[in-house]
Every structure is written in C-alpha cells, then in structure tokens.
C-alpha cells in the first residue's frame, strides 16, 4: 500500500518528498480526529479530549510524518479500522462490516502484522454480537469476501514471483537492499552478526516456518 501511496503523490505532484509530508501531516490529523471520534464512542468525550492531545503530542507519532516511512499510513489506516468496528459494534450496519474487510485488507497490505487480524475480527463480531452464528453469519461472510478481495491479487503475484502467499517481504528483497550498501562499518557488521544468529535460532526453534527457497 504504501509504494501504492508514494506512486499517486509523485504522479501528481511530481518527485518532491515535501509533497509526501505535507499530505503524511494531514493524515497525521486525520489519525488525531479518529482517536477523539473512537474514544468518545467507548469513554466518552472528556476522555476523548484527553487521547486527543496525548496523541497530538506523542513525539514519537508525531515525527513520523517527517520521514518516508509508512508508519504515519499504517496508524491512519489502523485507526480508521478501530473507529469502523466501533461503529459495527453500536450500529450493526451491513456498510461497516463491508468497510471493515476493506481497511483490516488495506491495514494488512501496508504492515503484514495485520493479516491474523482477520481471525480475531471474525471471532469478535460473533462474541460481540451475543448471538447465534447463524445470523451473524452472512455478515462474517461479506467482511471476510471483501478482505480477501483485497489482499488475495498480492498473495497471488508473490506465489508467482517467489513461490510463496506470504506478504512479507522475501529473502530477494532484502539481498537487493544489502547489495545497495558496500561500504560497511563495524557497526554494520555487529548488527549483521546478531540478525544471522538470531535467524539461525529461529530456524532451529521453528523449522516449518520460513518456506523452503
């Protein structure tokens, strides 16, 4: 999502990254207003005032629209998500279930953490709702269709790319993001040296998790 996000705003407005800040700041408000709408949803809107400038003011939320990264996005996008189940949860409208598998997907596309999401969506509409499984089944059924629309055309292009569903990025990826630096210095390489270790031990701990190359 995020390269998806760059591309648009260099289309448009050509290769300046204050372009992609300027709009990362505006989304970084946008975040600002979700958190008062969801607090005041669930606390009330003395509280909500509160998650306001606490978030307003984070300095570690509130850097990150300086930088190319896709935090900001990803935090716009994950509080939109809350803010939509909340609105499930207190409505029950078919709109919101269809919008929640669209911005869990788009969440998921942008930090691949989010993916096993989906799960506890699912688990939570059912719990939530206090109800049988059959009537809250044709609703679980459209939130996980849209998900899966979403995500499924990437899924798809990594298995033809690199013989894997995963979303996250592939070992290729970061082969090519290492070739880019030649120049390292001791820090480098102690930061090299605990990743291969750590690695290792994963494989060692978990060996049916990373897909056989």
């Known amino acids: 999502v995020y390269p998806f996000f760059l591309a648009g705003i260099y289309l448009i407005f050509g290769y300046h990254h204050i372009a992609v800040q300027i709009i990362q700041v505006v989304l970084f408000l946008f975040t600002i207003i979700l958190v008062y709408k969801t607090a005041g949803l669930i606390f009330g809107y003395k509280i909500a005032r509160y998650s306001m400038i606490v978030t307003a003011f984070f300095p570690t939320i509130a850097n990150y629209p ?15 998500f809350v803010f939509i189940c909340m609105k499930l949860y207190m409505e029950d409208k078919w ?26 969506l699912l688990l939570w509409i059912v719990i939530s709702k206090n109800n049988k499984l059959k009537n809250v089944l044709p609703k679980i059924i459209c939130t996980l269709f849209i998900y899966l629309i ?3 055309p990437w899924m798809y292009r990594n298995y033809i ?25 001791l820090a480098d390489f102690k930061k090299a040296f605990i990743f291969t270790i750590s690695e290792r031990l994963g494989k060692k701990i978990f060996p049916g998790v990373l897909a056989k190359p």
């Open 66 to 80: 300086a930088y190319i990264l896709s935090e900001t996005l990803f935090t716009f996008l994950l509080c939109l």
């Open 95 to 120: 709109m919101h279930y269809g919008l929640a598998g669209l911005i869990l997907g788009l969440t998921s596309l942008c930090k691949a953490i989010m993916a096993p999401f989906i799960l506890i």
């Open 150 to 152: 979403v995500i499924t």
């Open 161 to 185: 790319t690199f013989d894997s569903f995963s979303l996250r990025e592939n070992v290729q990826a970061t082969l090519c993001v290492k070739a880019l630096k030649l120049d390292y210095t």
